[in-house]
């Protein structure tokens, strides 16, 4: 039986995943393949399904994408639904490969020894992606990632820089991502300070997921036989934690912010200056602002930097437009829509999720919250009120 190929995005929170899955399904949407996608979110907030499926190539309706939220795929439960997905996935759509993106706390382990034995899809691509930026300010160019590593194998302790060093030890190919944004010197300090940890890979620069499909097809399938010694050591350690989510090991958990307010400019740019420490690994989700409240915003923070992102017009907000061309039956059928919404304000929400380690992410949730405007504040806003937003306005489209 021919085997369905299957290539893994791997890599630690924030480190790029979803721009590269993007990528590639546009690459192969352009040459008319078919793809099926599986997406995983430690978060219940699935704020990377919900990016994927916005991209209209995949969707549940089509039988070729499924979202598993709330969860870390790598743990029991999570292979078990994994395994569910590709049986549904291989069941109902033929696709000419499928592509997985995992959350950023999943280990290696389980995946590789759970498809080792698959009978209907071969393992083509075990990618890792490493911000670059990351290892750079908290590893010290990355020189510090093998100290600490070694640290705690010597004590028999796990922390988050024993689940970044084996995420690169399982890949068979290793992508530095956000390598824009660092001098060239730089990136290479840090592919050299990391190479020994997998030296039979070769280490890409992949800026804004910018890596061929054709490349990733064209290699050969993964070899199991090359991490077997590998699995072997350390399969105790990691079965260790599967029956709980592995995230817990490394203390990693995540909070959930949903309002139907928007955010207060100033407090919110002042927050993110103020609050966000080395701790916090991730924040993502959308949100609104007074002053632009038509625009659908997407909030992508990792490794101490903040990306704010255009995603599309609220509803509510298009129907304040004049020239959006609707027909009077269009804005009927809108209006309808969103007198069904929960909120007060349309379909207009702050939905964010924060992950990282327990307490820093408690005090940034709470900041975060504290930023949503005031009832006195809605009202003043409502009645004319401006308030002083500090974020840029240009937008900037990427090619």
Not at 21 to 39: E, P
Not at 208 to 221: A, I, T, V, Y
């Amino acid at each position: 039986m021919k085997r369905t190929p299957l290539i893994i995005l791997n890599g630690f929170l924030g480190a790029g995943k979803t721009t590269l899955l993007k990528n590639l399904l546009t690459q192969a949407h352009k040459r008319r393949m078919t793809v099926s996608v599986i997406v995983n979110d430690m978060s219940e907030l699935d704020v990377d399904g919900v990016l994927i499926a916005n991209t209209e190539i995949v969707d549940a309706a089509s039988n070729n994408f499924v979202s598993i939220s709330a969860d870390s795929i790598s743990s029991r439960s999570g292979i078990q639904k994994l395994d569910s997905a590709l049986k549904n996935l291989l069941e109902k759509r033929s696709a000419d490969f499928i592509l997985l993106e995992t959350s950023g706390s999943s280990h290696p382990l389980p995946l590789v020894r759970y498809l080792r034995e698959h009978t209907q899809v071969s393992l083509k691509a075990f990618l890792s992606l490493v911000d670059t930026v990351m290892l750079n300010d908290d590893y010290d160019g990355g020189k510090k990632l093998i100290p600490v590593f070694q640290e705690h194998l010597n004590k028999g302790t796990r922390g988050v820089e024993s689940l970044l060093a084996e995420q690169i030890m399982f890949c068979n190919k290793l992508l530095l991502t956000k390598n824009d944004r660092l001098p060239f010197y730089v990136v290479t300090e840090v592919a050299r300070a990391i190479h020994p940890l997998n030296p039979q890979v070769a280490i890409m620069a992949v800026p804004w997921g910018n890596l061929q499909l054709d490349e990733l097809l064209s290699m050969p399938d993964y070899d199991f036989h090359r991490v077997a010694l590998l699995i072997d050591e350390l399969q105790d350690a990691i079965d260790a934690v599967l029956p709980d989510e592995t995230d817990k090991k490394y203390d990693i958990s995540w909070r959930v912010i949903e309002d139907d307010r928007p955010f207060h400019p100033q407090r919110l740019w002042d927050t993110c200056h103020r609050f966000m420490g080395a701790g916090v690994y991730r924040s993502k989700g959308f949100f609104w602002l007074p002053g632009r409240d038509d625009l659908a915003l997407l909030w992508n923070q990792a490794a101490g930097s903040i990306n704010l992102e255009f995603i599309s017009y609220w509803k509510a907000g298009v129907l304040t437009h004049t020239d959006n061309s609707l027909t009077k039956e269009e804005r009927a059928a809108i209006r309808q829509q969103l007198a069904k919404m929960p909120g007060r304000f349309g379909d207009r929400r702050c939905r964010l999720t924060v992950i990282g380690e327990s307490g820093e992410i408690d005090d940034f949730a709470l900041a975060l919250r504290q930023c949503l405007l005031t009832e006195e504040e809605i009202l003043w806003w409502q009645q004319g009120g401006i308030f002083h937003d500090p974020w840029p306005t240009k937008v900037a489209r990427l090619a």
